[in-house]
Protein backbone atom coordinates (compact mmCIF):
# COMPACT_ATOMS: atom_id res chain seq x y z
CA UNK A 1 0.00 0.00 0.00
CA UNK A 2 1.33 3.77 -0.73
CA UNK A 3 2.40 4.91 2.54
CA UNK A 4 0.96 8.64 1.60
CA UNK A 5 -2.54 7.22 0.78
CA UNK A 6 -5.35 6.92 3.51
CA UNK A 7 -6.60 3.24 2.78
CA UNK A 8 -10.37 2.82 2.12
CA UNK A 9 -12.46 -0.24 1.96
CA UNK A 10 -16.05 0.36 0.31
CA UNK A 11 -19.00 -2.09 0.81
CA UNK A 12 -20.84 -2.34 -2.43
CA UNK A 13 -24.51 -3.91 -1.43
CA UNK A 14 -25.87 -3.39 -4.81
CA UNK A 15 -29.43 -4.31 -5.12
CA UNK A 16 -29.89 -5.75 -1.44
CA UNK A 17 -30.83 -3.94 1.43
CA UNK A 18 -34.25 -2.83 2.82
CA UNK A 19 -34.37 -0.78 5.96
CA UNK A 20 -34.02 -4.56 8.17
CA UNK A 21 -30.30 -4.29 6.82
CA UNK A 22 -29.36 -1.90 8.67
CA UNK A 23 -29.04 -3.91 11.33
CA UNK A 24 -26.14 -5.17 9.52
CA UNK A 25 -24.71 -1.95 9.82
CA UNK A 26 -25.27 -1.67 13.22
CA UNK A 27 -23.53 -4.87 14.07
CA UNK A 28 -20.61 -3.24 11.77
CA UNK A 29 -20.98 -0.26 14.46
CA UNK A 30 -20.79 -2.16 16.82
CA UNK A 31 -17.33 -3.99 15.94
CA UNK A 32 -15.82 -0.84 14.75
CA UNK A 33 -16.50 1.09 17.56
CA UNK A 34 -15.49 -1.58 20.30
CA UNK A 35 -12.25 -2.94 18.97
CA UNK A 36 -9.01 -1.06 17.61
CA UNK A 37 -9.78 2.03 15.64
CA UNK A 38 -10.47 1.20 11.61
CA UNK A 39 -7.06 1.84 9.75
CA UNK A 40 -9.03 2.11 6.68
CA UNK A 41 -11.87 4.74 5.52
CA UNK A 42 -14.72 2.63 5.60
CA UNK A 43 -17.77 3.00 3.19
CA UNK A 44 -21.13 1.22 2.63
CA UNK A 45 -23.15 1.84 -0.93
CA UNK A 46 -26.81 0.92 0.04
CA UNK A 47 -29.81 1.17 -2.53
CA UNK A 48 -30.60 5.12 -2.87
CA UNK A 49 -33.61 4.10 -0.72
CA UNK A 50 -31.53 4.02 2.72
CA UNK A 51 -29.00 5.86 1.84
CA UNK A 52 -30.27 8.45 4.24
CA UNK A 53 -30.91 6.56 6.79
CA UNK A 54 -27.54 4.29 6.33
CA UNK A 55 -26.01 7.73 6.70
CA UNK A 56 -27.64 8.50 9.50
CA UNK A 57 -27.01 5.33 11.49
CA UNK A 58 -23.42 5.32 10.29
CA UNK A 59 -22.13 8.81 11.08
CA UNK A 60 -21.60 7.85 14.71
CA UNK A 61 -19.29 5.38 13.93
CA UNK A 62 -17.16 6.73 11.74
CA UNK A 63 -19.01 4.85 8.64
CA UNK A 64 -19.11 6.86 5.81
CA UNK A 65 -22.07 6.19 3.03
CA UNK A 66 -22.24 6.22 -0.89
CA UNK A 67 -24.64 5.70 -3.82
CA UNK A 68 -23.68 3.36 -6.42
CA UNK A 69 -24.63 5.16 -9.35
CA UNK A 70 -25.75 8.99 -10.19
CA UNK A 71 -27.02 11.02 -13.22
CA UNK A 72 -24.88 12.94 -15.29
CA UNK A 73 -27.42 16.18 -14.70
CA UNK A 74 -28.26 18.01 -11.89
CA UNK A 75 -32.30 17.52 -12.40
CA UNK A 76 -34.73 17.12 -15.19
CA UNK A 77 -36.65 14.77 -16.94
CA UNK A 78 -35.05 11.64 -16.12
CA UNK A 79 -37.56 9.03 -14.62
CA UNK A 80 -35.92 6.85 -12.02
CA UNK A 81 -32.44 8.46 -12.30
CA UNK A 82 -31.22 9.66 -9.22
CA UNK A 83 -28.82 13.21 -9.22
CA UNK A 84 -25.62 13.44 -7.49
CA UNK A 85 -26.57 16.35 -5.61
CA UNK A 86 -29.40 14.39 -3.97
CA UNK A 87 -27.34 11.40 -2.49
CA UNK A 88 -25.08 14.41 -1.37
CA UNK A 89 -28.58 15.71 0.07
CA UNK A 90 -29.42 12.54 1.37
CA UNK A 91 -25.95 12.24 3.46
CA UNK A 92 -23.82 10.48 0.81
CA UNK A 93 -19.98 11.03 0.53
CA UNK A 94 -19.06 9.07 -2.21
CA UNK A 95 -20.75 7.21 -5.51
CA UNK A 96 -19.50 4.41 -7.49
CA UNK A 97 -19.58 5.10 -11.29
CA UNK A 98 -19.32 2.73 -13.91
CA UNK A 99 -19.45 -0.52 -11.90
CA UNK A 100 -19.18 -3.29 -14.58
CA UNK A 101 -22.49 -4.04 -13.90
CA UNK A 102 -23.70 -0.95 -15.31
CA UNK A 103 -21.48 -0.59 -18.20
CA UNK A 104 -23.01 -4.41 -18.94
CA UNK A 105 -26.29 -4.32 -17.92
CA UNK A 106 -27.13 -0.65 -19.14
CA UNK A 107 -25.03 -0.01 -21.71
CA UNK A 108 -22.68 2.83 -19.93
CA UNK A 109 -19.57 4.16 -22.00
CA UNK A 110 -16.47 5.63 -20.67
CA UNK A 111 -18.29 8.97 -21.53
CA UNK A 112 -21.08 8.90 -19.60
CA UNK A 113 -18.72 7.52 -16.95
CA UNK A 114 -16.07 10.22 -17.03
CA UNK A 115 -19.50 12.43 -17.20
CA UNK A 116 -21.14 11.20 -13.94
CA UNK A 117 -17.86 11.44 -12.76
CA UNK A 118 -17.63 15.58 -13.16
CA UNK A 119 -21.12 15.31 -11.83
CA UNK A 120 -20.52 13.58 -8.55
CA UNK A 121 -17.55 16.20 -8.18
CA UNK A 122 -19.70 19.33 -8.68
CA UNK A 123 -22.16 17.79 -6.26
CA UNK A 124 -19.25 17.46 -3.49
CA UNK A 125 -19.01 13.45 -3.72
CA UNK A 126 -15.84 11.64 -4.12
CA UNK A 127 -16.39 9.31 -7.33
CA UNK A 128 -14.87 5.52 -7.16
CA UNK A 129 -14.51 5.13 -11.30
CA UNK A 130 -14.65 1.62 -11.85
CA UNK A 131 -12.81 -0.46 -14.97
CA UNK A 132 -11.51 -3.75 -15.47
CA UNK A 133 -11.54 -6.12 -18.18
CA UNK A 134 -13.41 -9.31 -19.20
CA UNK A 135 -12.05 -13.22 -19.06
CA UNK A 136 -11.77 -12.74 -22.90
CA UNK A 137 -9.76 -9.49 -23.16
CA UNK A 138 -7.19 -10.96 -20.27
CA UNK A 139 -6.69 -13.85 -22.19
CA UNK A 140 -5.87 -12.48 -25.22
CA UNK A 141 -3.34 -9.99 -23.53
CA UNK A 142 -5.60 -6.96 -24.00
CA UNK A 143 -6.30 -6.21 -20.23
CA UNK A 144 -3.84 -3.63 -20.26
CA UNK A 145 -5.11 -2.27 -22.93
CA UNK A 146 -8.81 -2.46 -22.08
CA UNK A 147 -7.70 -0.66 -18.67
CA UNK A 148 -5.38 2.13 -20.33
CA UNK A 149 -8.96 3.18 -22.53
CA UNK A 150 -11.30 2.89 -19.33
CA UNK A 151 -8.53 5.26 -17.58
CA UNK A 152 -8.54 7.48 -20.52
CA UNK A 153 -12.24 7.55 -21.31
CA UNK A 154 -13.34 7.77 -17.59
CA UNK A 155 -11.19 9.56 -15.84
CA UNK A 156 -12.20 13.51 -15.83
CA UNK A 157 -9.31 16.16 -16.29
CA UNK A 158 -8.48 17.57 -13.55
CA UNK A 159 -9.14 14.52 -11.18
CA UNK A 160 -6.14 15.10 -9.33
CA UNK A 161 -7.28 18.42 -7.67
CA UNK A 162 -9.94 16.34 -5.92
CA UNK A 163 -10.72 13.19 -4.22
CA UNK A 164 -10.85 10.47 -7.28
CA UNK A 165 -10.37 6.98 -6.71
CA UNK A 166 -10.05 4.06 -9.32
CA UNK A 167 -10.94 0.33 -8.60
CA UNK A 168 -9.63 -2.07 -10.43
CA UNK A 169 -12.36 -4.76 -10.97
CA UNK A 170 -11.40 -7.27 -13.08
CA UNK A 171 -15.53 -8.56 -14.35
CA UNK A 172 -14.27 -12.21 -14.25
CA UNK A 173 -13.51 -11.80 -10.56
CA UNK A 174 -16.77 -10.25 -9.67
CA UNK A 175 -19.33 -12.17 -7.94
CA UNK A 176 -17.08 -15.55 -8.74
CA UNK A 177 -14.70 -16.51 -6.18
CA UNK A 178 -11.99 -16.26 -8.41
CA UNK A 179 -9.20 -13.45 -8.07
CA UNK A 180 -5.88 -12.82 -10.40
CA UNK A 181 -2.71 -13.81 -8.64
CA UNK A 182 -0.97 -11.24 -6.54
CA UNK A 183 1.70 -10.89 -9.42
CA UNK A 184 -1.32 -9.91 -11.66
CA UNK A 185 -2.97 -7.81 -9.45
CA UNK A 186 0.58 -5.87 -8.94
CA UNK A 187 1.36 -5.71 -12.17
CA UNK A 188 -1.99 -4.27 -12.97
CA UNK A 189 -1.95 -1.48 -9.93
CA UNK A 190 1.42 -0.25 -11.22
CA UNK A 191 0.23 -0.18 -14.33
CA UNK A 192 -2.10 2.03 -13.61
CA UNK A 193 0.11 4.24 -11.30
CA UNK A 194 1.59 4.52 -13.84
CA UNK A 195 -0.73 5.80 -15.96
CA UNK A 196 -2.37 8.49 -13.70
CA UNK A 197 1.05 9.88 -12.98
CA UNK A 198 1.54 10.17 -16.76
CA UNK A 199 -1.71 11.96 -16.87
CA UNK A 200 -1.69 13.83 -13.40
CA UNK A 201 1.99 14.09 -13.23
CA UNK A 202 3.21 13.76 -9.24
CA UNK A 203 -0.40 14.14 -7.74
CA UNK A 204 -1.23 10.96 -9.52
CA UNK A 205 0.77 9.72 -7.04
CA UNK A 206 -2.56 10.46 -4.30
CA UNK A 207 -4.89 8.62 -6.73
CA UNK A 208 -6.37 5.97 -4.74
CA UNK A 209 -6.43 2.52 -6.35
CA UNK A 210 -8.65 0.10 -4.92
CA UNK A 211 -8.79 -3.50 -5.84
CA UNK A 212 -12.67 -5.15 -6.22
CA UNK A 213 -13.21 -8.96 -7.16
CA UNK A 214 -13.97 -11.59 -5.06
CA UNK A 215 -12.27 -9.67 -1.75
CA UNK A 216 -12.97 -11.85 0.87
CA UNK A 217 -11.65 -12.30 4.40
CA UNK A 218 -9.60 -15.45 3.19
CA UNK A 219 -7.83 -13.20 1.07
CA UNK A 220 -7.79 -9.55 2.16
CA UNK A 221 -4.91 -9.96 4.25
CA UNK A 222 -3.05 -10.81 1.21
CA UNK A 223 -4.30 -8.23 -1.57
CA UNK A 224 -4.83 -5.66 0.61
CA UNK A 225 -0.89 -5.63 1.32
CA UNK A 226 0.03 -5.64 -2.68
CA UNK A 227 1.87 -2.33 -3.36
CA UNK A 228 -0.58 0.30 -5.06
CA UNK A 229 -3.58 -1.75 -3.43
CA UNK A 230 -4.98 1.22 -1.30
CA UNK A 231 -8.41 -0.46 -0.25
CA UNK A 232 -10.99 -2.49 -1.68
CA UNK A 233 -14.00 -2.17 -3.42
CA UNK A 234 -16.31 -5.35 -2.15
CA UNK A 235 -19.25 -7.06 -3.01
CA UNK A 236 -20.84 -9.94 -1.79
CA UNK A 237 -18.59 -10.08 1.46
CA UNK A 238 -19.96 -6.71 2.67
CA UNK A 239 -23.31 -8.07 3.62
CA UNK A 240 -22.43 -9.67 6.21
CA UNK A 241 -21.01 -7.52 9.08
CA UNK A 242 -18.70 -9.60 10.10
CA UNK A 243 -17.02 -10.78 7.19
CA UNK A 244 -16.61 -7.31 5.94
CA UNK A 245 -15.54 -6.74 9.68
CA UNK A 246 -12.55 -8.91 8.82
CA UNK A 247 -11.89 -7.28 5.28
CA UNK A 248 -11.70 -3.69 7.65
CA UNK A 249 -9.37 -5.30 9.89
CA UNK A 250 -7.29 -6.62 7.54
CA UNK A 251 -5.86 -3.06 6.33
C1 LIG B 1 -18.32 -5.70 -6.99
O1 LIG B 1 -19.36 -5.99 -7.53
O2 LIG B 1 -17.91 -4.53 -7.02
C2 LIG B 1 -17.57 -6.75 -6.33
C3 LIG B 1 -16.30 -6.56 -6.12
O3 LIG B 1 -18.26 -7.89 -6.03
P1 LIG B 1 -17.69 -9.18 -5.25
O4 LIG B 1 -16.87 -8.69 -4.09
O5 LIG B 1 -18.91 -9.92 -4.80
O6 LIG B 1 -16.87 -9.93 -6.22
Same mark, same amino acid.
Given at each position: ?144 ? /? ?16 ? /? ?87
Amino acid at each position: MTATISPLIAGNWKMNGTRASLDELSALAGMLTSGAAPRAIVVICPPATIVAAAARQGAPSGIVVGGQDCHVEVSGAYTGDIAAGMLADAGAQYVIVGHSERRSGHGETDEQIRMKAIAAIGAGLKPIICIGETEAQREAGDAEA /VVASQLAGSVPDAAENHE /VNIAYEPIWAIGTGRTPSNEDIAAMHAFIRQKLVDRFGEKGLSIRILYGGSLKPQNAREILSIENVNGGLVGGASLLASDFYTIISAV
